[in-house]
């Protein structure tokens, strides 16, 4: 059930939001949410902050979302924090966002568990520090019976090179027989990709204000509600999750067809 405190003060506030919850509420919840978290490096730039104040200042709002989603009844939360395209960036900033999984587990951990939020990961972690694998194995370990929001991580994740190691263990497989090449279909592809039991996100919000995928579940998102939004990560905030929410309520899905699915 989600909790109507969280979102107001006075009693005015309660009653629009009350109403508005309920509201949401009693349509689908977009089961798979994925987000991609942009702008910390503007909205440090604006407070003429070094970029890696922005990133701890997002890994704040990822707390704040987390909790949000969990009570609105997602199932599945994939956030995008650390591409296999930031390795581009400068090794003072790699570094730091290296140690976020790290000290973002090591404050909130207890609190994910007592939510009954389970952690998991996609991208190719082994790449990361030590610590930062120690830390995500263990975060991964210590929920993995919790069945409340699955908070999916994608670490070092890249779409492309997702979809060709999933191409090279397919052929790997219809090599050792363990696959006919006539049972390829898109299920049987989708199985090969780091999503396999999580399925693909219903809506995709990336902030900022930029137009772009920039690599990210690109097979995955092909009939996702699409979210973008002029605001900076830091500054995503519960009321701007039930907007995107909200947005998603109103379209008419046709995944292709003619006759809409009125979410
Ligand atoms: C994009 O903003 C953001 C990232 C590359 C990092 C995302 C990381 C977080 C939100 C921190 C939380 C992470 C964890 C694991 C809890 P940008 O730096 O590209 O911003 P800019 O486009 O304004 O420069």
Redesign the pocket.
Known sequence: MFNKMKLWNTSKEKEIYGERIDKILSHPIPRHVAII???????AKKRTLP?VA??RE??K??KKITKSANRLGVKILTLY???TE?WKRPKPEVDF?MK??EQ?LDSFLPELIEENVKVSTMGNIEQLPASTVKAVKEAVERTKNNDGLILN?ALNYGSRSEMIAAIKHLSHDIKNGTLKEEDIDEQCFSQYLMTDSLGDPDLLIRT?GELRLSNFMLWQLAYTELYFVDV??PDFSEEHLLEAVESYQNRSRRYGGLIGEEI
């Open positions: 978290m942009d702008g910390n490096g503007r909205w970029r922005g990133h997002g890994m709002t990822v924090a650390f591409s930031n966002l976020l999984p973002f991580f900022s900076l990560w």
